[in-house]
């Protein structure tokens, strides 16, 4: 056999390859999302968080919890990609319900792979005034 011969069954071998792995990825599930879970500090003894939010990303469903009943509401930030700079965020999600009052879910729709981060944290839900220390870190995932 010629070189060229050779060649040819390279390059049929190769096409053949790549066109299995095409199929095998047509086939495969969607990427998953990554969900999210973030609290916030609390100033009260006995309490470990102030807040939790969390943020499902299958069905992007972010739901707040006041975990402390220390007069403060629950409040999360959320910044979705592209994300803005120096600390902005896209929205807040408040609870005013206290501690032992149910969570608030909040029902979106992003694009499979946007990002999305929070921070939880408190603040006085009737005048919108969020405390400045009373955040918890950023934590990201994804839709």
């Known amino acids: 056999m010629n070189l060229g011969g050779i060649m040819k069954k390279f390059r049929l071998a190769g096409a053949l390859t790549g066109a299995v792995a095409l199929v095998g990825l047509a086939g495969s599930p969607a990427l998953a999302g990554t969900d999210v879970t973030v609290y916030g500090p609390s100033f009260k003894a006995g309490c470990s968080n102030a807040s939790a939010g969390h943020f499902a990303s299958y069905g992007e469903v972010f739901t707040v919890y006041d975990k402390c009943a220390d007069g403060w509401a629950?409040?999360?930030?959320?910044?979705?990609?592209?994300?803005?700079?120096?600390?902005?965020?896209?929205?807040?999600?408040?609870?005013?319900?206290?501690?032992?009052?149910?969570?608030?879910?909040?029902?979106?729709?992003?694009?499979?792979?946007?990002?999305?981060?929070?921070?939880?944290?408190?603040?006085?839900?009737?005048?919108?005034?969020?405390?400045?220390?009373?955040?918890?870190?950023?934590?990201?995932g994804s839709a």
């Open 74 to 140: 629950a409040v999360v930030k959320v910044d979705v990609a592209p994300y803005k700079p120096d600390g902005g965020y896209d929205f807040l999600i408040w609870n005013p319900n206290s501690a032992d009052g149910s969570p608030v879910t909040v029902n979106k729709s992003y694009d499979e792979g946007t990002g999305v981060c929070m921070q939880a944290g408190s603040g006085e839900y009737s005048s919108g005034q969020t405390g400045s220390n009373a955040w918890g870190p950023w934590s990201c």
